[in-house]
């Protein structure tokens, strides 16, 4: 399963720009990697592990600005078609954190 955060906070601000920053590092300290930019995607073994980061990532919301996260599944991410300059591209798997159970 996949769980992608798609985001759009405002940067208008010195304390906007700081809470998009601490959010970002944020999900990326809990093992997200940027997909595109405001993207940002972690894989997870389970639907209950995905449940754990969808939590934590609720935890890390600034209070301004508009979230998104989805979940898929290994098959729906394998499916998905990318393109580079109207070009296809391989879609490139982020590197994964090992989990231990």
């Not at 391989?90 to 994964?96: I, L």
């Amino acid at each position: 399963m996949w769980v992608l955060v798609l985001f759009d906070l405002p940067t208008e601000t010195k304390k906007e720009r700081k809470a998009y920053a601490d959010f970002r590092k944020r999900i990326m300290a809990d093992g997200f990697t940027m997909f595109q930019f405001s993207i940002y995607l972690r894989h997870c073994p389970s639907r209950e592990n995905a449940e754990v980061h969808i939590k934590r990532v609720k935890s890390f919301m600034p209070e301004f600005g508009d979230i998104g996260i989805l979940c898929i599944t290994d098959k729906q991410f394998g499916d998905m078609e990318i393109f580079s300059n109207c070009k296809p591209k391989t879609v490139d798997t982020p590197c994964q954190q090992l989990e231990l159970f």
